[in-house]
């Protein structure tokens, strides 16, 4: 086989991730295919679209969605009964994503001393730095979890 030019300029680290050989056109899979990226390609500035919205503008970041995680995101919805569905990477960016969505400064807190260690972390040190107020308590307090609700909870993880 004869190296194309590109081929032989290219450092193998280089050609590692950018690679000539092109998938044949008319592949059809019933299974949604992997695309896996943080950049995406577009034919000229003019194409890109700053607005963020990938539902309604197609792909702009890998970031905020590839084809793979539009597609779960929309078998979630479709199976919940849901209107849109956000995917974070994993349960602690989860978690962070709810605190943050429901708290602020002055709101109150209650978790379980059984707490996965991240999730105190997190409790301890950054919702407490943004003026959240942090209790624990036990987490077979049952109907008891009455005497711990102040008028300022917002949230209460079980």
Same mark, same amino acid.
């Given at each position: ?24 056109? +008319?592949? @059809?899979? %019933?299974?949604? $295919? ?6 995406? *390609?577009?034919?000229? !500035? ?35 009964? +849901?209107? @849109?569905? %956000?995917?974070? $990477? ?6 962070? *994503?709810?605190?943050? !969505? ?57």
């Amino acid at each position: 086989m004869i190296k194309s030019f590109s081929a032989m300029t290219k450092d193998w680290k280089t050609r590692l991730i950018h690679t000539d050989a092109r998938v044949p056109e +008319g592949f @059809r899979s %019933l299974a949604t $295919p992997t695309y896996r990226g943080s950049t995406v *390609l577009f034919p000229d !500035a003019a194409s890109v679209n700053d607005t963020w919205n990938q539902y309604d503008h197609g792909y702009t970041y890998g970031l905020y969605g590839t084809p793979t995680a539009l597609d779960l995101a929309g078998r979630i919805c479709e199976l919940e009964g +849901g209107y @849109r569905t %956000l995917l974070a $990477p994993g349960g602690q960016a989860a978690i962070s *994503l709810i605190d943050f !969505a429901f708290l602020k400064a002055g709101d109150h807190i209650l978790v379980p001393q059984s707490v996965y260690t991240p999730n105190r972390y997190f409790a301890n040190q950054v919702l407490r730095r943004f003026g959240v107020e942090v209790t624990y308590y036990p987490p077979d307090l049952g109907r008891g979890i009455a005497s711990v609700l102040r008028d300022n909870t917002r949230l209460v993880w079980c």
